[in-house]
Every structure is written in C-alpha cells, then in structure tokens.
Antibody
Framework: QITLRESGPTLVKPTQTISLTCTFS??????????VGWIRQPPGKALEWLAL???????HYSPSLTSRLTITQDTAKNQVVLTMTNMDPADTATYFC???????????????????WGQGTLVTVSS | EIQMTQSPSSLSASVGDRVTITCRAS??????VSWYQHKLGEAPILLIF???NLQSAVSPRFSGSGAGTVFTLTITSLQPEDSATYYC????????FGQGTRLHIK
C-alpha cells in the first residue's frame, strides 16, 4: 500500500524560502517508471502542478514557476523535498505530494498519472 | 503550452442522474488524459487514466472516453457521495490540470 505524507511550515512570511517534505512508503524511487510530484491548490481555486522527480533523478518543473522551485530526493529516507523561494501571499495553498506512474518514456515529458496522493499541508504566506 | 478547457465549471444533478464532464485540449494529445475526484479536505482520487482505463477499486459508475482533443468523464446513477470537484489532467509536453467541475448533488 502506497502512502505519502506532506510536512513543513504552516506559516511563512513574504520573501522567505520554504521547504516541504514528502515522506512516502510502499514504493521506492529506485523503481523504474516511478516518480513523485508536487501539486498545490490555492483556496477556492483549481489544482496546479508544480514539479516532478523521477526514478532516474530527472526533474520537470511548471514553466511558470521553474525559477523558484527545486525538487530533490533522498532515496535512503524515502523522501522528496520541494523548495520554493521568494514566497508571496499568492502562494498560500494546500500543497500535495503524489506518486506518479509513468506510462510512456522516451518523450520530452514522460506521460503518466498520479495514482496515490497525500492529504496535503496548508501553507499560509502572510506578514 | 497545450491548454485544457473543462466544462461545465459547475453543475447540479439529482440522485440517480447521469452527468458528463468534458475536457477539450487545444491540440491533439492522443489518449493522454486522466480524471480525478477531489473532496474538500481530502486527498484527490484517481478515477480514470489513459482516457478510458478505470482505476482499481473505483466504482464502474465512472467511465471515461475520448481521443485527440475531446475527452469526457461520465458518472451514471449519481450518489450523494459523488458530490465533489472533478479534474482532468494531461502530460503531453508538460503537465496540466483542467479548471475543475464542481458537482452538486441535489
């Protein structure tokens, strides 16, 4: 059974840098065709994809946020960390991590879907 | 960037009804569409992947279809627990979610 859990600060000030940790079990990021992604949902708005990291340590970022995001993995700890710089009140959202199943590789962006999600963690950006 | 236009943005239906939600891609994306159900305060749930493949343990009242640029999610025999927001998603050259459809059960 795959489980994921997000953790990190719940309140940050504008311009600060935040690190969110996804701790998972039930799979290994050493397994081919597997990834972990971060998705967020601002209050009252739609889901927005942020970043993906894959079993081979390749990474992809949302084009609109790529300059502010870094995603890394610690396979020994079964963790994926998302770092976001220069936080703004507009970044207030629930942040989810999810297990990504790759259905097609060998293309610029691996095709796939998120089959297991964490419960999410609310991050509020306010002075 | 390939856009996904999801419609309607919200709908209201009764128990036992059948509803259809549509996502239109701005370019051909083969069959690369997944559908998710999201209830406030909970983790999203994968319903459909690869346009029409039902995820394990998901009720067969949910079905997906489509290829190219038009994709649909159909829910038959609506139940009160189907009240949620539904999202489409593709991974064609990047990853993008639709704007969501809020389904209210009368």
């Amino acid at each position: 059974q795959i489980t994921l859990r997000e953790s990190g600060p719940t309140l940050v000030k504008p311009t600060q840098t935040i690190s969110l940790t996804c701790t998972f079990s039930g799979f290994s990021l050493n397994t081919p065709r597997v990834g972990v992604g971060w998705i967020r949902q601002p209050p009252g708005k739609a889901l927005e994809w942020l970043a993906l990291i894959y079993w081979d340590d390749a990474k992809h970022y949302s084009p609109s946020l790529t300059s502010r995001l870094t995603i890394t993995q610690d396979t020994a700890k079964n963790q994926v960390v998302l770092t976001m710089t220069n936080m703004d009140p507009a970044d207030t959202a629930t942040y989810f991590c999810a297990h990504f199943v790759i259905t097609l590789i060998g293309v610029h962006f691996p095709r796939g879907y998120f089959d297991s999600w964490g419960q999410g963690t609310l991050v509020t950006v306010s002075s | 960037e390939i856009q996904m236009t999801q419609s309607p943005s919200s709908l209201s239906a009764s128990v036992g009804d059948r509803v259809t939600i549509t996502c239109r891609a701005s370019q051909n994306i083969d069959r690369d569409v997944s559908w998710y159900q999201h209830k406030l305060g909970e983790a999203p749930i994968l319903l459909i992947f690869g346009s029409s493949n039902l995820q394990s343990a998901v009720s067969p009242r949910f079905s997906g279809s489509g290829a190219g640029t038009v994709f649909t999610l159909t829910i038959t025999s609506l139940q009160p627990e189907d009240s949620a927001t539904y999202y489409c998603q593709h991974t064609y050259k990047t990853l993008l979610f639709g704007q969501g459809t809020r389904l209210h059960i009368k």
